[in-house]
């Protein structure tokens, strides 16, 4: 059976429609909108928390999002094990809600920053980066004004230690650089995971990076990787091997 | 009551209130005076431009919807419609540049999904004062920051544009927005009240003392007070108009509404009065029912206050209820505030007091036109003989000078601070010739560019306006792409100036020449006069905005380089021009001489042979020759190229070296093709009709170009590369 | 009541925006300034509300929402009223 995504729809949301056409054309999965005012999760197996500006973000980014009616379900959906991906402002939400550990600051530059860059995946046995390899890189974009992580010395090393980092960012040829990291974020983090492994955050927009003609189809791997991931626990509709082939057509 | 001094304050001559109560049939109150004063303004009046716009071309097969709305709608079949437009915000992003730039990309917005599109794509045409002045610099910060922070947020795409610099634009930068939307075609709407009954219901951001008289400060010449103008500007809210969009969008998809029109310049006034004119009704409005943000607010505040994010909607009475809850979803009110009533009158009410009744149409329609007097421009500077001007003794840092220059330089510090990604369409990210958005569900795609070099229209404003149109067009067919329709914003002077008069003439001369060459129709605009402060008028800039359509988005080619050995070859003719070219302005400090000759017949067949050769798959890069010549265009070609590829160019003739390296001769294209495929390309340009000529080849670290057997230039790709990044951000570095 | 609550960066965290303040003061020759912290004000008037109460609430708000403890601290004071 086909897994099934939910897209949350906060007012000021705007890669709500663009996650939602990757998810269900690109992917070719059905994904239904979550309207941040519901309490009704609609029996989705991952929640994707997408880009933009959630509630004008004029306090910080993901502030209020947090408050929201649904946020309450999709963090109970979390406790519960279930997958929750947070892109870009998403990622700020689930660090605001707490389901992550840190903070986001100002950009180093203390500009909005629009570009390509390049993340190395840093750990290849999570839900999110199964379809992957560890050390491959990634050309996907980012987009935001706060995208500096930040997180206290200790919680920095516990990270660090439980293999939590997912993401870095790094140079085209994998080396992380203070150069590729554009934002200034500690360690480099591009994005993260929470302890159990079933919650990821992320600054670069996967779903901005799925399709040949913008550009880049390497953010896939995201979508893939939950794809895998949770399809395979059920009755197999193909098998896996035909997958893993259908992954680099 | 109205006497010479208040008649001052609200830019209106003595004969134009002699016309006013003759229309009226009485006295007009403060606030009726207020009414005519923002409706008849220059900015909404269109009063010194109106006889001149008329020559310009407006029908086409794509045309659904010409001047005179919201914003223009081009069939592009497939049941869909683009609608596009351009707005200047010149004179509130010098007075506060975040907000006055930031509230420019929220008024076109509004222009467009008023209408009932979805805004795609903005571009912006950005001219500032040189960046080494710091208070250029903070400008230039604010106006970026402000496009940035509004159409992030909002989520529609900054995919490109331009910024040129000059001193003219010192104390007087322009801001031109460039919005592209899209629709079904059965679901556009208009400003239009119709149906004795229906309701007028308000909805958005609640209205305050912001920006009032805006519109007639944007008719205004700047001077020494302008500091004191501060409050007038607007202060922006993208969340807000994310909210707006959302709901109207819904409300027009479903078909509730009769009418929509949203509140810009003169607010209140314009939207109430303009929707009842073109619907051929009145309007009662009672203000008590008018969301206020502030306490104390006369009629005159409020029907003149510019507050932004707001838009007034007509719907039949039994829709109202359901109208109310889609904006209630949206956590937006939507109040009744007025109903549009038979009779032609604006009946305006406060507090149970009838405050305006005035007929409708002669606040719309009857704004006089003039034809204002009309000299010569003044003429160019002269430019020295061209055996007069030295020779650079080394070409190569003259060609470093011109890649360095804030005009040529890489544009990234501007664009990576504008989501140009957002909705997923963006193909050609900005730098390339044209951007470039597919259309989801089908293999064709839309591409936009915005062009007018100011300088060359200073030196020769018919000239200059037709080099406009036809680079716009050029940038459009170097991805592959065909115009099919035409926005434009006119940067002017002051037009009671009868040399700006002359200018505006010559260049919508050349603009209409060009539009009729192209066989594209005008579908709406902006003009923007008094562009002087302290007596100084800009260079005219008649900034042009060009759509264009591609059937098959899998053919759409970019600037780079592709491979090693690939013929370079050059579509065009080149001349020993020299004039208003960025080489003299940056090398000679001269700003002089004729702008370069255009044969619009000849631009149109070579523009023809890029696309049909990029149609037959012939061409593996092209990119358009414009500032810094053949020079610029081959270094830019190496930049595009992510591999940095250099190239071996070699030229004949007796050209003088700076003129064949950074002359600026119009129609010309640098393109890139395989080898094997040069002969190809060749025999079809000769039955055409266009010259072409195979002038070197891909490969190698340095640019080099020889002339005649003797290199005259030879610079390695990652200093060149080096010098046109580094430019602009070297003058934006913070220190932390 | 009228509270005034003032919400800035932690000292451990680096202000990039309160650096580039104080740069630009230095620039201008104001030599004397030796440090810029950055941080927002909220003015919150409060009804029906004791001095007690706003002892409590305040504090509240400010955590829960108008600071992110992990960054930011936070200060408040009474305007005006009881």
Known sequence: MAMKFGVVQFPGSN??????????EVMKRPTVMLWHKDHDLQGVDCVVLPGGFSYGDYLRSGAIARFSPLMQEVKAFARRGGRVLGICNGFQILL????????????????FLCQHVYVRIENDRTDFTRAGTKGQVLRIPIAHFDGNYYAPPRVLRELERREQVVFRYCDAGGEVTEAANVNGSLNAIAGIRNEAGNVLGLMPHPERASERI???????????????????????????ATRRKARHD | MIDRSLLERHNLTEDEYTLIVELIGKEPNLTELGIFSVMWSEHCGYKSSRVHLKRLPTEGRHVVQGPGENAGVLDIGGGQVIVFKIESHNHPSFIEPYQGAATGVGGILRDIFTMGARPIAVMDSLRFGPPDDPRNRSVMGGVVSGISGYGNAFGVPTVGGEVYFDPCYNLNPLVNVFCLGLADKDKVFYAKAEG?????????????RDGIHGATMASAEFGKDTEHKRPNVQVGDPFKEKLLLEACLEVMDRRLIVGIQDMGAAGLTCSTTEMAAKGGMGIVVDLDKVPQREAGMTPYEIL???????????AEPGKVAEVQAIFAKWDLDAPVIGEVVPG????????????VDIPVDAVVNLCPAYDRPIAAPAPPPPAPALKDLPLPADLGEAFLAVLASPTVADKEWVFRQYDHMVQVNTALLPGADAALLRIKGSKRALAMTLDCNGLYTRLDPRTGARIAVAEACRNLACVGARPIGVTNCLNFGNPEKPEVMGQFEQAVTGLSEACRTFGIPVTGGNVSFYNDTEGLSIHPTPVIGVVGLMEDIGRAVTPGFKAAGDAVVLVGESFEELGGTEYLKTVHGLEAGAPPAIDLEQEKRNQDFLLEAIEARLVRSAHDLSEGGLAVALAESAFHDARKRGCQVDLEGTMRADALLFGESQSRVLVTCRRKDAGRLAKLAASRGVPVRVIGRVGGADLAVTRAGREILRVPVGTAYRAWKDSLPAYFKIRT | MRVRILVSFKDSV??????TVKNALHTMGYAAVTDVRQGKVFELDLEGTTRKEAEALVPEIARRVLANPIIEKFAWEILKGQ
């Not at chain 1, 605001?96 to 500009?111: F, I, T, V």
């Not at chain 2, 003149?304 to 007509?314: H, P």
């Open chain 2, 304 to 314: 003149l206050s510019e507050s932004q994010e707001r838009m007034l909607l007509v």
């Open chain 3, 14 to 19: 680096l202000d990039p925006q309160g650096q």
């Open chain 1, 15 to 24: 890669c709500d429609f663009d996650t939602f056409h990757v998810l269900s």
């Open chain 1, 96 to 111: 605001e809600l707490g389901l992550l550990p840190g903070a986001m600051l100002r950009n180093k530059d203390l500009k």
């Open chain 2, 344 to 355: 032609g009158r604006a009946r305006i009410t406060f507090k149970g007091q009838v405050v």
């Open chain 1, 214 to 240: 913008l550009g880049s189809e390497d953010g896939r791997t995201v979508f893939e990787s939950l794809i895998l991931g949770l399809e395979r626990a059920r009755p197999a509709r193909r098998p896996a």
């Open chain 2, 196 to 208: 004795a009954g229906n309701k007028v219901l308000y909805v958005g951001a609640k209205t305050g």
